[in-house]
C-alpha cells in the first residue's frame, strides 16, 4: 500500500473516532433520581423516584442506573438527595447487592 494512501486512512480513522469521542462525551444515561426533596432517612418508592436523564459530565461516580429503580423500592436514605439529583449508591443504608453502579469510563485516543 502506499504512503499516501495509508495516510489518507488513518486521517479518516482518526476524524471518525474523534466524532465518537465527541458524541459519547455529550451522550448521558438513564438514572435514578429524587423527584422530591428526600431526608435522611426516607424510604425510597414510586412516588420519590423515577428514571431521569443525565448527562455524563454530570454523573457521579457511583450513580445508580435507572434499570435499577425496582430494587431500590423500600431502601432507606442514609443522607438526603434533592429534588432532581442522581441517586447515589453512597446514599443509600445498606444498599441492596443487586444496585449496580458505575460511571462510564471516557479517554482521549491519540494515534501517531
Known sequence: MKIK????????LSVSLA???CMARDSGMTVAVATTNLQSGAVLATNNIAQGFVKDANLPDDFITGQDMKVLLGVKLAKPVKKGEPIKKSDLDNPPKAVQSSKP???DLTIE
Open 5 to 12: 494512501n495509508l495516510i489518507g486512512i488513518v486521517t479518516v
Open 19 to 21: 466524532g465518537s469521542m
Open 105 to 107: 469510563k471516557v479517554f
